[in-house]
């Protein structure tokens, strides 16, 4: 029973936007590549555990705290023998491990050790536990689901599952026979509980308003190469049709995450989409979908 379904990050789709509408720094277009490629793996992990036999609860993305130490779960996967802490790395490539250090073999450079990570969150969850009065069976991997991924020079006793050893972990998994009781419950629903919401480690660049790139950009492919022909949106890059009320309700979205504190008023969505549309179609779109506050000119939606 999955309880906790997967989410992209807050800064995972921050940076996509401001991708779009700003240059970004090397090193936040670094970070963006790796959480795009953290989620595509967790994706493609999420969906061959979807369909695990016996009772099983089954929790992703989990950020907890812990005196004051937060520590952050891929997957957690509650089952009546054991629990499992799995952290997915789709990482791809060469790598070997010198000194409790991950090198990439092809650029040498020094990549965050997740098994040393992992220990780290296994530790602090069982703590978590013993606090909670909770007596169960631990056990943390670090998952790599990269198919191109090879690992050299790593201690047969590390706590790790290869691409070539995942179905064997889920056949072993599935062969094990699990039947929940009410303990099993009531800690699925005190993780859910303790789950928080705003991550700390969450690393964005410094933008404002002024500085974004105006206008209605394609949703396949980005292009501000857009034009309104009848009710759609459509790109001249790669001819990607949207209806209009759709494009206005991705980008009315877009100023809420980046820009929680501006209110939404039909003159702000019509200066972010470079008023290429008309106002009374966007007040159109946001009486439809928003609670008008307010009169006249001074009418917000929420």
Same mark, same amino acid.
């Given at each position: ?7 992209? +990050? ?5 940076? !996509? ?10 090193? =936040?277009?670094?970070? &963006?590549?790796? @959480? ?15 369909? &695990?036999?016996?009772?099983?609860? #089954?929790? =992703? ?6 005196? %004051? +130490? ?18 997915? *790395? ?66 047969? =006793? @590390? ?6 050893? #995942?179905?064997?972990?889920? !056949?072993?998994? %599935? ?10 419950? @009531? ?5 859910? +509980? ?24 394609? *949703? ?15 790109? /001249? ?6 209806? #209009? ?34 106002? *009374? ?12 506050? /307010? ?8």
């Amino acid at each position: 029973m999955l309880l906790k379904k997967r989410t992209e +990050s807050k800064e995972l789709i921050v940076l !996509r936007y401001l991708n779009t509408r700003m240059e970004l720094a090397a090193k =936040d277009k670094f970070n &963006l590549a790796n @959480l795009e490629k953290g989620y595509r793996g967790e994706i493609e992990f999420d969906r061959v555990t979807e369909n &695990l036999s016996e009772e099983r609860y #089954i929790i =992703d993305d989990l950020l907890l705290q812990l005196n %004051n +130490s937060y520590f952050q779960i891929d997957k957690v996967i509650i089952s009546a023998g054991v629990i499992h802490l799995l952290d997915v *790395k789709y990482h791809e490539g060469d790598y070997y491990l010198e000194s409790d250090k991950l090198y990439s073999v092809k650029s040498g450079r020094e990549f965050k050790n997740p098994v040393i990570q992992l220990k780290r969150s296994e530790t602090l969850f069982r703590q978590l536990l013993q606090n909670l009065k909770f007596n169960y069976l631990v056990q943390a991997s670090v998952v790599f689901n990269n198919p191109e991924f090879t690992l050299y020079q790593a201690p047969m =006793d @590390l706590p790790i599952i290869l691409p070539t050893q #995942i179905n064997r972990f889920l !056949r072993e998994l %599935n062969d094990t026979p699990s039947k929940m009781d009410e303990s099993h419950r @009531l800690l699925a629903q005190k993780l859910l +509980s303790l789950h928080q919401d705003k991550n700390p480690f969450t690393n964005l660049p410094e933008y404002n308003y002024e500085q974004l790139e105006k206008g209605m950009y394609c *949703k396949a492919c980005g292009s501000f190469n857009t034009v309104i022909k009848n009710y759609d949106l459509v790109c /001249g890059k790669c001819g990607k049709q949207e209806r #209009i009320d759709q494009a206005i309700l991705r980008f009315i979205q877009e100023i809420k995450v980046l820009f929680p504190e501006i209110k939404i008023t039909t003159q702000i969505i019509y200066e972010w989409c470079q008023a290429k549309i008309s106002k *009374k179609t966007i007040t159109r779109a946001l009486k439809k979908n928003y609670v008008s506050t /307010g009169r006249t000119c001074d009418t917000y939606y929420e």
